[in-house]
């Protein structure tokens, strides 16, 4: 099992940045494609970011390709969201997932993954 725990959100102007943090706490971290979504009032959740287990392939969702950079830390458990450039658009909760049982081409399904942090508010004013 998995136990994730968000942080690093908050409010900043357009154009600025934010560092997300997902501490992960499990045996099983190390061995599961992570995710990071969102979901913004009265819209549906979204993919944003993921990463395989090793670390060396990402996945991004058009709308934050360029901008957010997604890397993980398997020595400290822990997986990390850079976001750059940030538009009022970007604002939402931010919530980490570990895809634990599916291979990571299905990286973006988030009706799959098996474990979801508490989220993290992050709100961009223009």
């Known amino acids: 099992q998995v136990h994730l725990v968000e942080s690093g959100g908050g409010l900043v102007e357009a154009g600025g940045s934010l560092r997300l943090s997902c501490a992960a706490s499990?045996?099983?971290?190390?061995?599961?494609?992570m995710g990071w979504f969102r979901q913004a009032p009265g819209k549906e959740r979204e993919f944003v970011a993921a990463?395989?287990?090793?670390?060396?392939?990402?996945y991004y969702a058009d709308s934050v390709d360029g901008r957010f950079t997604i890397s993980r830390d398997n020595a400290k458990n822990t997986v990390y969201l850079q976001m750059n450039s940030l538009k009022p658009e970007d604002t939402a909760i931010y919530y980490c997932?570990?895809?634990?049982?599916?291979?990571?081409?299905?990286?973006?399904?988030?009706?799959?993954?098996?474990?979801w942090g508490q989220g993290t508010q992050v709100t961009v004013s223009s």
């Open positions: 990463i395989n287990v090793r670390g060396n392939s990402a």
């Open positions: 499990g045996p099983t971290f190390s061995s599961s494609t």
């Open positions: 997932a570990a895809l634990r049982y599916y291979p990571n081409t299905y990286y973006s399904r988030g009706d799959l993954y098996d474990y």
